[in-house]
């Protein structure tokens, strides 16, 4: 059973802080990563991906991955009110094209 | 741009009733198409993935089926809900890519059987 582990949260954090969040993932053929953002009762939204071992930034947003320790993270710098959701990591499990597996997330609170 | 339509946003249906959730991608060819469902507390579960018109695999065997009728469209439907059906449903779709092709999602449908 391929699994993808997230710490559910809730993760408080004050504005303007940064904010880390974090995923393993139980297979180690993986070989792409996924972080969504999910506002309440909202779908998810695609932020991040990553393939390769190190860091890969885009905006406020930079996404770690490694594939040794199977874990892969995301950080948040400057964190706004806004980014108040559940961040959902997404793991391609077995090298197959068409199967994501999906961490249950963790709701991050980001407080004025 | 490519574009998913997935209606309705919201439904409310007794046990026992009939379910057609339609979805439909605009902009692209050939897409993988996806229903997953969220319920109450837990994460995302995939229920059935197509790969081409006519082809549906199924991950989780439940009273639902799904069904691709043209190359753009993906249907999840049910002859009989039951009370467990109830949760987020999310059409998404991917390209064929090797395994760099994230999924995209559609709005969701939030079902409730009552």
């Known amino acids: 059973q391929k699994e993808v582990e997230q710490n559910s949260g809730p993760l408080s954090v004050p504005e303007g802080a940064i904010a880390s969040l974090n995923c393993t993932y139980s297979?180690?053929?993986?070989?792409?990563f996924f972080w969504y953002r999910q506002y309440s009762g909202k779908s998810p939204e695609l932020i991040m991906s990553?393939?390769?071992?190190g860091d890969k930034e885009d905006g406020r947003f930079t996404a770690q991955l490694n594939k040794a320790s199977q874990y892969v993270s995301l950080l948040i710098r400057d964190s706004q009110p806004s980014d108040s959701a559940t961040y959902l990591c997404?793991?391609?499990?077995?090298?197959?094209?068409?199967?994501?597996?999906f961490g249950k997330g963790t709701l991050l609170t980001v407080n004025p | 741009s490519q574009t998913i339509h997935q209606w309705p946003a919201t439904l409310v249906q007794p046990v026992g009733s009939p379910l057609s959730l339609e979805c439909t991608v605009e902009g692209t060819s050939n897409p993988n198409l996806y229903w997953y469902r969220q319920a109450a507390g837990r994460g995302l579960q995939l229920l059935f993935y197509?790969?081409?018109?006519?082809?549906i695999s199924s991950e989780v065997p439940q009273n639902l089926s799904a069904s691709r009728p043209q190359d753009r469209q993906f249907i999840l439907s049910s002859k009989k809900l039951l009370l467990s059906d109830s949760g987020f449903y999310l059409c998404a779709w991917n390209l064929l890519q090797g395994n760099n092709s994230p999924l995209h999602f559609g709005n969701g449908t939030r079902l409730t059987v009552t």
């Open positions: 197509s790969v081409g018109i006519g082809q």
């Open positions: 990553i393939y390769s071992n």
């Open positions: 297979d180690r053929g993986s070989q792409s």
């Open positions: 997404a793991v391609n499990s077995g090298g197959s094209n068409y199967k994501l597996t």
